[in-house]
């Protein structure tokens, strides 16, 4: 199998004409994200090449330390995401919700690298990549979740008012909405292994393929990343919003504004 044709500047540069497509079709509907279009591929571009420049070199010099920085790097990125998207929670929930996506990203990348690759934790081929993949769908999974809760939260806040004067306690109320929440935020997940391989061909395997590897090798790590990566979606918006609810009231079981 020919291995990976090596893009040159020329070619490379080419690709951002495909964005004029997206402008016409924004001014024809009278979309004002134009600029917003332009930061967002201008910053995407300046972030991945200064990631592939980062990558490059540790690529090159792998030590333990530098993909222990990078992870760690990785992670409060993710944390502080989330964390801005959802400013509203208090201080305690975003506690849960730090340690939820650290620890449970960290598990689930471990056992991935250690048990089903039987590679070093410290090896950067696999370890940063696969950290990659499963921090940022638990990061958009638990952001997907905290909205969905809060915004259901905040529409049943009448429904809870009543059933708390009738004497039904907070963790009655609230858990219907933790696990409405963890549903939808596990939905984009499930729908996306169900077109996997028949509507789509993931990004990880594509990449494999072009790399010159063995679709049938491709296919294996494709399927294993994607149940680690909604193992850790599910692991983490579970224990995000099972810690955070009990946040929300106090020993009197009084909720909490």
Known sequence: MQGIVKLNILQFGLVYLLLIIILLIMKKSKINQTKFLMIASLRMTVQLVLAGLILTYIFENPHPVFVVLYIIT???????????????????????????????????????????????????????????????????????????????????????DALLNLGVTPKKILLPYVNNSLETALLPTMNNMIGMGIVSLPGMMTGQILSG??????????????????????LTVFCSLHFGYRTLYNKRNQIMN
């Not at 499963?134 to 049943?156: D, H, P, Q, R, Y």
């Not at 590897?213 to 599910?234: E, F, H, K, L, R």
């Open 74 to 160: 990785m992670i409060a990125f993710s944390i502080r995401r989330t964390l801005n998207k959802n400013k509203q929670i208090n201080r305690n929930f975003k506690l849960a919700v730090s340690f939820s996506l650290a620890l449970s990203g960290l598990f689930v990348l471990s056992y991935f690298v250690m048990v089903i690759v039987g590679e070093s934790i410290f090896n950067p081929q696999y370890t940063i990549p696969l950290a990659g993949m499963i921090l940022g769908n638990a990061m958009t999974g638990v952001t997907l979740g905290l909205k969905s809760f809060n915004e259901n939260i905040k529409t049943g806040r009448n429904k809870i």
């Open 213 to 234: 590897t063995q679709p049938t090798t491709a296919i294996m790590y494709q399927i294993a990343i994607m149940i680690a990566i909604c193992t850790s979606v599910c």
